[in-house]
């Protein structure tokens, strides 16, 4: 667990303790002292804790010009136990939301199960990013995940599946990721 890192090819593009409109500015990290853990497991010091003893993330990329985040994550995403959608809500979106983001794509091949509570977060989020024309992509979560999310009927706030199963999205530059996941979007949109 502990060499599992969150993705750094975009660092010259974008970091998220340079923004000074991003929840993690001015943070410092160690490549030395692990901090952190998912259960009894050491994770990696680049990894951003918001509040759940379970989920990590990172924000690899954002474009406050177009409204675009990706936000990458690590772990378990537990809403049953420790409510991760509401810290991640009110300490990360809502903060992202007030800076004019309205476009996320959040990237999942490292989140190992899903736990549900309800679903008030998720539609509060999505319907502040309808009034705003915002939509959230989920790209690479597990087949297990996009399943469990589809039982409780997580994927009616998000575009999830598809083509967006399995993107390439390390082999890309961080615009066109963007741009491509706004297209599949857009045709997955209802009217």
Not at 60 to 82: P, R, S, T
Request: glycine letters at 6%; hydrophobic letters at 35%.
């Amino acid at each position: 667990m502990h060499l599992l890192e969150p993705y750094y090819g975009w660092r010259g593009h974008y970091t998220a303790e340079e923004d000074s409109r991003s929840p993690f500015y001015g943070r410092e990290y160690s490549e030395f002292e692990f901090t952190n853990h998912l259960y009894d497991h050491c994770i990696h010091p680049q990894w951003d804790s918001f509040g759940s003893p379970s989920l990590y993330m990172k924000i690899l990329y954002a474009d406050y010009a177009q409204g675009y985040v990706i936000l990458e994550f690590m772990g378990e995403w537990n809403d049953c136990l420790h409510n991760d959608i509401m810290f991640l809500k009110r300490e990360i979106i809502e903060h992202l939301m007030a800076a004019g983001l309205n476009k996320y794509l959040i990237i999942g091949e490292n989140v190992l199960n899903f736990h549900y509570s309800d679903d008030c977060y998720y539609e509060e989020w999505f319907e502040e990013l309808n009034e705003c024309e915002g939509w959230i992509a989920a790209l690479n979560f597990p087949e297990h995940v996009v399943q469990q999310w589809s039982e409780a009927n997580i994927d009616s706030y998000m575009v999830i599946g598809g083509r967006l199963k399995e993107v390439a999205w390390r082999s890309l530059k961080p615009e066109i990721l963007c741009r491509k996941v706004e297209q599949y979007v857009q045709k997955r949109l209802p009217v």
